[in-house]
Each structure stands twice: as C-alpha cells, then as structure tokens.
C-alpha cells in the first residue's frame, strides 16, 4: 500500500495545454508539498499545504495553482504548459519530524 | 543561490570500504539536516538526520556529522554494499517546524564496485 501515491508516472503534453498530477498520501500528515526537479538535478519546492493552508509559495508562475480537497489530497494544476515546464515533479508529505515521504515522480515532458 | 553544496556530482568505493560523502551549507539558520538516497525512476527515501544541536547521528551502517562552525556535514556509509548505489541528496530545515520545506543539494551519484 503506497503511503504517498502520484499519477501519472509520466506525462508528454504539447506547449499551451493544461494538465493536472494527482496526489495522495495515507500517512496521516498534515503538511503535503510539491517538489520540481529540473534538468540540473535540482530539487525545488513549490508549495506546501497545512490544513488545507497554503504556507509556502515559492517564486512559481501563477500557471501552477495547487488544489488540495482535503488533508490527503494535494494536486498541482498546470496551465498554458511551456517548454520550460518539463521537469520531475515530486509529491511528498511530512508530519513534525521532518521525514517527509515522497511519491516516485512524474516526468513531465512539453513538446 | 545555493544554500546547500555538494560539490561532488559522483563518489565511487569499493565495496566493503566506507563511502564519505559531503555537504556544505551557507544559511546559518538551518536547524536540521537529513540525508535522502534516489533509486532511477522513484523519489527520494528518508535515510538519516542530525538536530543542529548535536554533532554526530548513527543508525547501522550510517552515521552523519556535523560540524556546525564549518557548516559541513558529511554521511560515513560503512561498509559500503552495491545496494547503496544510488543519488545522495543532503537537506536541510529551517526552524518552521518542517513547514518551511527542504533546501537540497544537487546530490552525488554514489557508485560501489564490486
């Protein structure tokens, strides 16, 4: 049973389209973040949701917009896709001891 | 700005020895650090942290240390397996209580030769 679920794996879009990746955790955290991999290895956050609170928004376009139902759901909108956009996007959820749990990625790929 | 260096890309040990791997951090704010190990194709997995009130953390076969007025860590992996050959990613926290994220490194890509 997959404690931090993200789909789908993989994700090939054309330039302009809006797309959504799907998250869920069943750990029971009350934080969830979204984490970008770029093409130099670098893993970013983008945001973090407490309680249905955003509390972190880094310097992100506002073409991401994340969207969380509820505690276990956090889900991460994308629109007008740019080429620039294609990255691994991470999921991850942490409780209060900083051992955030990660889902295993999505390869987004703009074309 | 990276706030957090690993300024090898990639370590090759042997296997039985012990793999260093290093990390070195500028915001003297950081309060907690852990290290994350990355197979291809999944995300990153929890392996072991240090409280910056502390100098030295073991579990098995790892061990992280501190230096704090060097703002250097290093993860000691002894002895070494070919299962440990993976992308080592050092992090590390402020003081929000874990809400603020992570800062990572760009990891270093161990490789443990039979």
């Known amino acids: 049973d997959t404690a931090v679920s993200q789909t789908p794996k993989y994700l090939v879009t054309q330039m302009g389209n809006d797309k959504s990746i799907k998250c869920e955790q069943n750990l029971g955290h009350d934080t969830m973040y979204w984490y970008k991999q770029d093409s130099k290895k670098f893993l970013k956050i983008m945001f973090s949701?407490?309680?249905?609170?955003?509390?972190i928004n880094e310097t992100v376009p506002n073409r991401f917009s994340p969207k969380s139902p509820d505690k276990a759901h956090l889900n991460l909108h994308i629109n007008s896709l740019e080429l620039g956009d294609s990255a691994v996007y991470f999921c991850?959820?942490?409780?209060?001891?900083?051992?955030?749990?990660f889902g295993s990625g999505t390869r987004l790929t703009v074309v | 700005d990276q706030q957090v260096k690993q300024n090898s890309p990639s370590l090759s040990v042997q296997e039985g020895r012990i793999s260093i791997l290093n990390c070195d951090y500028t915001n003297s704010m950081f309060d907690y650090f852990l290290w994350y190990k990355k197979y291809p194709a999944e995300g990153p997995t929890f392996l072991i942290s240090i409280s910056s009130i502390k100098d030295k953390n073991e579990d098995g076969r790892f061990t992280v240390f501190l230096n704090k007025s060097a703002k250097h860590l290093s993860l000691h992996i002894v002895p070494s397996q070919p299962g440990d050959s993976a992308v080592y990613f050092c992090a590390a926290s402020g003081s929000g209580g874990g809400a603020d994220g992570l800062t990572f490194g760009k990891g270093t890509h161990l490789i443990i030769q039979p």
């Open positions: 991850a959820s942490g409780g209060s001891n900083y051992g955030y749990t």
């Open positions: 949701y407490n309680n249905k609170e955003l509390i």
